[in-house]
């Protein structure tokens, strides 16, 4: 027995500690700090779910902050911050927070409501703020009453409790304002309630529960996999449909952190047409999808329109109009090799969102690199504005080339090398305008890695001149900079490209270089050795520029020979001479590429001049555009694509409840003013005394304003009235 009883002993502490350590936990669950605490959590994390791109491709993420902060950030969820575990958590803490509030707070705050406070003692009376003190003609029997009447008047609920010594009459106006705070709680709760549903918790469950398994895009290629389809009584999803004109769809898409789900839905989806309107910026103004809604359980089929603000809500699934997209707009190309003395072109077709595998083309692609493997059309545009310039001067000098103008020739420098650059002068005075079609395209090559080309359709008109532009990035996180390529006397780019071709020639360079000292200094017999000098020296400047070693090409070939080669002190001197034999030698190239296509000689003007050199600057630019072959667009037949949101949000009319808690809760709080006074009356020798005070929960303006205007009518009405106290808050 001795032993037992030390045990009972021994363990009541513990028992003890336990509990207590349990209503302290408890205590600091349901405390407003730690409330407050969540609240802001939750806060914070919206903010970046707001300013942070949710379920964008994991690459988009890689471009913004890198791939060792990309990293970083990726475990902690921000990239899907409201389905991420710990904001789950947090607001699941929120919910049990606020709920042990209410659960403790709420049975104090009504029984508070119905309280009177009639039992207020005389002493108590006096150490209020806010007191009158006065004497009536009334007896002490028939004062209360009067009391009473006055006061349900001003719409007060009143109480007596009558005393040996005296009646206390207690009133209370405004007590729905406790409602405010329970309400205003409980819509904390609601409100989180109905995320809770809405977010990725009940597809967890739900995928969990039937055993499902996400899969990647290869696979659904192959067919949709059964172990990877939601079916439509799925409780809460938000999906995605990408769909072309004139297609059907009854499956949407679920992306997760493992891959891909389709979600089958309640009806099938038709887009019968998409409709898009823009502004003069080239930014949408309006998109709109036509389509019809078929209905498999009922046979029934309806028409509707969906817009941005204006979804389409049949059978519980709310379809909003998210983007818009390429749904597979067929295109013809021109393919034409950037190497090689060979001029030719080859045809390409294919659908955008596809590709086409280069090595299959056979004796098209003779003479191209093999390392070119494939091609990827990612993107077609049939309205591309843009901001050119108001006037095109056609000038162009040694800051166009250090800018990175591609379309800029000046007297070269040593250390400046032709770069590509962006289609438009930063400092031009422009205006938007609509430069036609455009298509976007990847070259990828044995070890899969690409570069991304962005090329226009039609010619545009730059600084004077028209230019065929052919953009060239190699991240996605970089901009385009774009090729200018000038057009020949008919706008198209075979004049360009006949110069090219005709530059790789041995032949062609030889003779051009002849025919430029011939025509410099004579065909006498005084001069031939000087002819045959400058002649030696075009043609070497024609191969650096050519890049016939391997090497680098263009101007940059030429910079590199002279800063290894001339003494730094006549180096300016040099480039200008080797710039006057370039140009002079580039210019007979281009008339024997003419002599060469059975075409007549160039008249030398300046809309020839301003050609050569143009087409000079583009060549030098061919070796930073990394491309054996560009494809130039030449037909197309555009399949316009919508893309559409499906929500199945349960939990959507309960978040409505819960801000409409929140809206009454705020509207009591702060519009109804809780009061309560109080009239001490007791027996005078002339009728009766009354001792009156007034409090309230919150001080304010209409609290005072009212207080000054009992005080106004009991001293209207008293035989003997005292200064209030309490005037001023």
């Not at 389905?83 to 958590?89: D, G, L, R, T, V």
């Not at 300016?572 to 281009?590: F, H, N, P």
Request: glycine fraction near 8%.
């Amino acid at each position: 027995m001795s032993s037992s009883g030390d045990i009972a002993n021994n363990t009541s502490p513990q028992r003890r500690g336990r509990q207590t350590a349990l209503a302290n936990w408890l205590e600091l669950l349901g405390s407003m700090r730690f409330a407050i605490s969540l609240l802001t959590l939750i806060c914070i994390a919206s903010a970046i779910g707001t300013v942070v791109g949710q379920s964008d491709p994991w690459v988009n993420y890689v471009n913004q902050f890198g791939p060792f902060w990309a990293s970083f950030f990726e475990p902690m969820g921000l990239f899907r911050i409201y389905n991420a575990p710990w904001f789950i958590a947090v607001m699941a803490f929120l919910v049990v927070s606020t709920s042990l509030c209410v659960y403790r707070n709420t049975p104090k705050m009504i029984k508070e409501m119905r309280v009177y406070r009639e039992n207020l003692r005389e002493g108590s009376l006096k150490a209020f703020a806010h007191r009158w003190e006065g004497r009536f003609n009334e007896k002490p029997d028939v004062l209360p009453g009067i009391v009473t009447e006055w006061l349900e008047h001003k719409g007060f609920k009143v109480k007596q409790s009558v005393r040996e010594n005296g009646t206390m009459v207690a009133a209370k106006a405004g007590s729905a304002n406790r409602f405010g705070y329970i309400a205003a709680h409980l819509s904390i709760i609601v409100i989180c309630v109905g995320g809770l549903l809405d977010s990725g918790v009940p597809l967890q469950v739900a995928v969990w529960a039937t055993g499902k398994t996400p899969v990647t895009g290869a696979e659904i290629s192959q067919g949709i996999p059964e172990k990877a389809r939601l079916g439509e009584s799925n409780p809460s999803y938000r999906a995605n449909l990408l769909l072309p004109e004139g297609e059907t769809s009854r499956v949407a898409v679920l992306n997760t952190d493992d891959g891909l789900l389709i979600q089958d839905l309640p009806f099938e989806l038709t887009l019968k047409e998409f409709r898009i309107d823009f502004y003069s910026t080239g930014m949408p103004k309006l998109f709109a999808s036509d389509v019809v809604v078929f209905d498999p359980e009922t046979q029934e089929r309806f028409e509707a329109t969906i817009e941005v603000n204006k979804p389409l809500i049949y059978k519980g699934v709310t379809v909003y109009q998210s983007s818009f997209d390429d749904g597979g707009t067929k295109i013809q190309l021109k393919g034409i090799p950037l190497t090689g003395e060979r001029d030719y072109r080859f045809d390409l077709d294919g659908v955008v969102g596809g590709g086409r595998d280069l090595s299959q083309l056979g004796e098209k692609m003779n003479g191209l690199p093999a390392e070119v493997l494939k091609v990827e059309f990612t993107a077609f545009k049939s309205i591309n504005v843009e901001a050119l310039p108001v006037e095109n001067s056609g000038s162009v000098g040694v800051d166009d080339l250090a800018l990175g103008n591609a379309n800029a020739l000046s007297p070269f420098e040593t250390n400046l090398a032709s770069v590509l650059g962006p289609g438009v002068k930063e400092d031009a005075k422009t205006k938007f305008t609509n430069i036609g079609p455009a298509i976007t395209y990847k070259l990828r090559d044995e070890s899969g890695q690409a570069r991304e080309f962005h090329n226009y359709m039609l010619p545009i008109n730059l600084d004077g001149g028209r230019y065929y532009l052919a953009g060239v990035r190699d991240t996605p996180a970089d901009g385009f900079k774009y090729l200018r390529i000038p057009v020949d006397d008919n706008g198209q780019l075979d004049g360009f490209m006949r110069f090219r071709a005709a530059l790789q020639s041995d032949d062609i360079r030889r003779a051009a270089a002849q025919q430029f000292a011939l025509q410099a200094f004579g065909d006498r017999a005084d001069s031939a050795q000087l002819v045959a000098s400058v002649s030696d020296s075009a043609r070497r400047a024609l191969e650096r520029f050519a890049g016939v070693d391997g090497g680098i090409s263009g101007l940059p070939a030429i910079a590199q020979f002279i800063e290894s080669t001339v003494p730094e002190g006549e180096r300016e001197k040099a480039s200008d001479v080797i710039i006057r034999l370039l140009q002079g030698a580039m210019w007979e190239v281009y008339q024997l590429s003419r002599t060469t296509a059975n075409l007549a000689p160039a008249v030398p003007d300046e809309v020839h001049g301003r050609f050569v050199q143009d087409a000079q600057i583009a060549l030098s630019d061919l070796s930073l555009y990394g491309a054996p072959v560009m494809f130039q667009l030449d037909q197309f037949d555009e399949v316009k694509a919508s893309v559409f949101q499906l929500a199945k949000a349960p939990g959507q009319w309960i978040v409505y409840l819960g801000c409409l808690f929140l809206c009454i809760g705020v509207f009591s709080m702060f519009y109804i003013r809780e009061r309560r006074a109080f009239f001490w009356v007791t027996r005078d020798a002339e009728g009766s005394r009354v001792m009156m005070g007034m409090s309230t929960t919150r001080k304010t303006m209409d609290f005072e304003k009212e207080y000054e205007q009992f005080v106004s009518e009991l001293n209207s009405r008293a035989t003997t009235k005292a200064a209030p106290a309490g005037d001023a808050v």
